[in-house]
């Protein structure tokens, strides 16, 4: 496998396995409960992580079949949008921030 790189990340007393693929972002191995899988050693964290990159599909199936997701996305634009012209004001890290009008 060219181009990946397994990790075994300690946290105090335990591990955790993170891989990384060509052009994807790190990716933690999680449990069940959807929380990272924690290891005992370093050794333990880096085979599980080598076993879960066999079976994962390489590709990722497209999760937004129906549409949902653009539907959201679409509709939180509008909304921004609405704020904006209503209020006056501009969107700061997903805030509406009011804008001061100040006569000289």
């Given at each position: 496998?060219?181009?990946?790189r397994i990790e075994a990340i300690s946290f105090?007393?335990?591990?955790?396995?993170?891989?990384?693929?060509?052009g994807a972002p790190d990716v933690l191995l999680?449990?069940?409960d959807g929380r990272p899988e924690r290891f005992t050693s370093a050794t333990a964290a880096i085979k599980a992580a080598e076993?879960?990159?066999h079976f994962k599909p390489a590709?990722?199936?497209?999760?937004?079949?129906?549409g949902a997701q653009?539907?959201?996305?679409v509709r939180a634009a509008a909304e921004v949008a609405l704020q904006i012209d209503t209020?006056?004001?501009?969107?700061?890290?997903?805030?509406?921030?009011?804008?001061?009008?100040?006569?000289r």
């Open positions: 496998m060219t181009g990946t105090g007393a335990y591990y955790c396995a993170a891989y990384r693929r060509d999680d449990g069940a076993v879960a990159l590709i990722p199936a497209d999760e937004d079949i129906l653009r539907f959201h996305e209020l006056g004001g501009i969107v700061v890290d997903g805030r509406v921030v009011p804008v001061e009008v100040r006569r």
